[in-house]
């Protein structure tokens, strides 16, 4: 354990170690574009998968009458693990699946991922943080507070995978949020030039799908839904879960009620087009208006400093220089 300590320690090993890490650096910007590959297509390709599971479980159901509906199931370690521990009773596997779902990760293999993960991590978390302190000596802590250090990264490691989850349903909310109000105009132009309600929502997806490719797979996914679903219901209301902004909320309301009524749909998605607009506008101007006290400390703190030296400098060094003639 000395001489791995003393090759790690080696100034030269730490350079040659971080010469290394810039290099791989390099070459993966390099070369990153060139085997990047094409998001839409795998979008594309998710909601196909996800049409073709819905044909077939639709197919299976009329096949049964009423049975068990026929679904893909996850095979892997993961599954092994994860039905082993029964950690889909413990974690509560359907509001995982849901808020999985938002984040956009569908299906029962992600599921299973997220469970092994809230396993694991915590292990994972307490082992790098044990080693830190207690091999490497990190922060140059007491016995006690390297106790204390290894339990609260255990503790940490069991809410990691939530604040992950958390932190991916409020970017991908943000960014559905903020081409809502766009897609929403185009969908009351296409219902208002008389398509039905799926072609609509389909033409939406397309013409959206460049800049908020979240959102055009949310609608695809509902078109796909209910073409297969046997209440239409189920499918709007599947929309607005799998959203959850306020927005789409109110959209999947308005078209309930025009399933339910009849009501018409062209009217009610022009005052809430109007509305997402306004809450878009309302939403930069408050940043806009949170702006100046967020560069005061900077500017305290880098500012001043330079301009009173600018300032101040050459009379100080007067005096200081008259100072120094007498």
């Known amino acids: 354990m000395e001489d791995f300590l003393n090759v790690v320690m080696d100034r030269h090993n730490q350079i040659a170690f971080l010469a290394a890490v810039a290099t791989a650096a390099a070459a993966i910007t390099l070369l990153g574009p060139m085997l990047a590959r094409d998001p839409m297509a795998g979008r594309l390709k998710e909601v196909s998968d996800y049409k073709s599971r819905l044909r077939d479980e639709h197919r299976e159901s009329l096949k049964k009458k009423g049975g068990s509906l026929r679904t893909e199931t996850a095979k892997g370690v993961a599954r092994e693990i994860v039905e082993q521990f029964k950690l889909l009773e413990f974690f509560d596997a359907k509001s995982a699946a849901r808020k999985l779902a938002q984040a956009g990760y569908r299906g029962e293999r992600p599921v299973f991922t997220f469970m092994l993960a809230r396993l694991v991590m915590p292990f994972v978390a307490c082992f790098a943080v044990g080693c830190y302190v207690y091999i490497f000596n990190g922060f140059d802590l007491g016995s006690f507070m390297r106790l204390v250090a290894t339990i609260g990264a255990f503790a940490v490691g069991f809410y990691l995978p939530n604040i992950w989850l958390s932190n991916s349903i409020t970017k991908r909310r943000q960014k559905m949020q903020l081409f809502f109000p766009d897609a929403l105009d185009l969908l009351l132009i296409c219902v208002e030039s008389g398509m039905s309600i799926e072609h609509a929502l389909q033409k939406v997806s ?57 009501t018409p749909l ?41 301009l009173f030296a600018i300032i101040l400098g050459p009379a100080m060094l007067r005096v200081f220089g008259m100072d120094g003639a007498e």
Not at 231 to 242: C, M, S, T
Not at 268 to 289: F, I, T, Y
């Open 266 to 306: 062209g009217q009610s998605l022009r005052v809430m087009a109007a509305e997402n607009r306004e809450m878009r506008m309302q939403a930069a101007e408050k940043k806009a208006a949170a702006l100046p006290p967020k560069l005061t400390v900077p500017m305290i703190l880098f500012f001043l400093p330079v």
């Open 206 to 262: 397309e013409e959206i799908a460049v800049n908020c490719p979240e959102l055009a797979q949310e609608l695809a996914l509902t078109t796909a839904e209910l073409s297969y679903l046997p209440d239409r219901k189920v499918a709007y209301q599947n929309l607005g879960d799998r959203v959850g902004t306020e927005g789409m909320k109110s959209i999947v309301t308005a078209l309930i009620q025009t399933e339910n009524y009849g």
